[in-house]
């Protein structure tokens, strides 16, 4: 089966994380318009949310500029993503598990595996903690 590598923060982030990280991704990188478009959570609640995705090196904050930007670690793992995939022989138990070609991975052990053959030049087994991984499967027309 080949199968393409797909990535999102793990669960344990919060709606504000979740929200900030996906305005991000998407290219939005003013931190006063991303305060504008969450207006409903208090400056507080997003200050605290952005300083988790601080520390946990999912983004970068320009402190000068108010810019944001995703950090070299995640770009690089995106870029990866995009660009390759793997046949891999997975046995029927795991083919079973997998919901509308999707087989998302929690497990700290193996995401730390994921990250290693994603990059195995790098040490980012930090990441492991902040993001789940999920195998999806590609069919012939996903090629082109």
């Not at 605290?48 to 500029?65: F, G, Y």
């Not at 903690?129 to 999806?136: M, P, Q, R, T, Y």
Request: with cysteine.
């Amino acid at each position: 089966m080949t199968v393409k590598i797909d990535f999102s923060l793990c669960r344990r982030f919060g709606v504000v994380e979740q929200a900030i990280f996906r305005l991000v991704l998407n290219g939005l990188t003013d931190a006063k318009q991303i305060s504008h478009l969450l207006w409903v959570f208090s400056d507080v609640v997003i200050a605290n949310a952005l300083r988790r995705l601080v520390n946990q090196q999912i983004i970068r904050v320009d402190i000068e500029s108010r810019k944001l930007s995703l950090s070299d670690a995640v770009v690089a793992i995106i870029e990866m993503c995009v660009n390759t995939s793997y046949d891999l022989d997975m046995p029927d138990s795991l083919v079973e598990m997998m919901s509308d070609g999707h087989l998302l991975i929690t497990d700290v052990n193996i995401k730390e595996a994921i990250l290693a053959q994603l990059l195995p030049d790098i040490k980012l087994a930090f990441l492991a903690g902040s993001l789940d991984f999920s195998l999806c499967e590609r069919g012939e027309m996903d090629e082109h």
